[in-house]
């Protein structure tokens, strides 16, 4: 499946060949793709690059290293690690697959949905079931503490 990006380009690319102008191209993009339409900026530019000759739809490459870091393995090794055990920093997890911590947290943040608190990591989201579940223990201790002083699972007899 091909990005919504490269699919305008595409379209930008056909406009130049039918002879359309770029400002009608870019209002055909906006209405078709509203908010994920390219900018007109980005627009104008591809469809100059396009007039002048270019046929490759996909963006020049970049200069500068490759992201050697999140790779499907990292992914898979830091998915792997925190399933096994929540409680491991997000320094150990980095120096356990040897990375940075901050592309660890971005990995964990992005990829799996999770978030550090207090030394856990747990999903951002919790399902319905798991909302109702903790608003029920939350409910219940309320009602224990409001019903006497005796201490929650003890007998008053001590």
Request: hydrophobic content about 35%.
């Amino acid at each position: 499946m091909i990005s919504v990006t490269i699919e305008q380009r595409i379209v930008v690319k056909f406009h130049v060949k039918l002879g359309k102008t770029a400002s009608e191209t870019y209002n055909l993009l906006k209405e078709v793709y509203g908010h994920e339409c390219l900018s007109r900026a980005r627009v104008f530019e591809w469809f100059k690059r396009f007039q002048d000759g270019r046929e490759d739809v996909e963006g020049d490459s970049r200069p500068g290293r490759p992201s050697t870091s999140k790779t499907d393995d990292n992914i898979e090794t830091i998915g792997n690690l925190v399933r096994f055990d929540r409680r491991l920093s997000i320094r150990a997890i980095g120096e356990t697959v040897g990375i940075d911590k901050e592309c660890v947290r971005q990995i964990l943040h992005n990829n799996f949905n999770m978030k550090k608190v207090c030394a856990k990591m747990v999903p951002k989201i919790l399902t319905f079931e798991q909302q109702e579940a903790h608003k029920n223990l939350c409910t219940d201790i309320l009602n224990a503490i409001e019903n006497g002083p005796k201490l929650i699972g003890k007998d008053n007899n001590m």
